[in-house]
């Protein structure tokens, strides 16, 4: 395939936590494959998937997405309470995000 027939790839939109620039990231581990990340280069929200089409697609989903404040203030009461109780329950606190069209992401300070 040459440059000319691969698809364009869409632009990266702003952080959507920030509006910061992101960065597109692929890495390459043997025989695990290759893993591409975007990162918000003033925040550091991040976001993994396993091509850049897929990571691109989720990167500018989530900043199109609008949240009301009643359920991001849910999603954080469920995250206070899945972080501070005994026996963490990951999948149930992830498959909450899930139905509300939320993804989780790493942030860093």
């Not at 494959?33 to 976001?47: L, Q, S, W």
């Not at 991001?72 to 139905?99: I, K, N, Q």
């Amino acid at each position: 395939m040459t440059a000319q027939d691969a698809p364009a790839r869409e632009a990266l939109k702003p952080c959507p936590f920030c509006g910061g620039e992101a960065a597109l990231w692929e890495a390459v581990h043997g025989d695990e494959g290759v893993e591409v990340r975007i990162d918000c280069v003033k925040c550091h929200a991040t976001i993994y998937e396993r091509t850049d089409l897929e990571a691109l697609a989720a990167w500018n989903a989530r900043a199109e997405q609008e949240a009301t404040a009643n359920e991001l203030a849910s999603v954080a009461r469920a995250g206070y309470e899945a972080w501070t109780a005994p026996g963490f329950p990951a999948v149930e606190f992830a498959d909450a995000l899930r139905e509300l069209g939320l993804r989780i992401v790493r942030s860093g300070t």
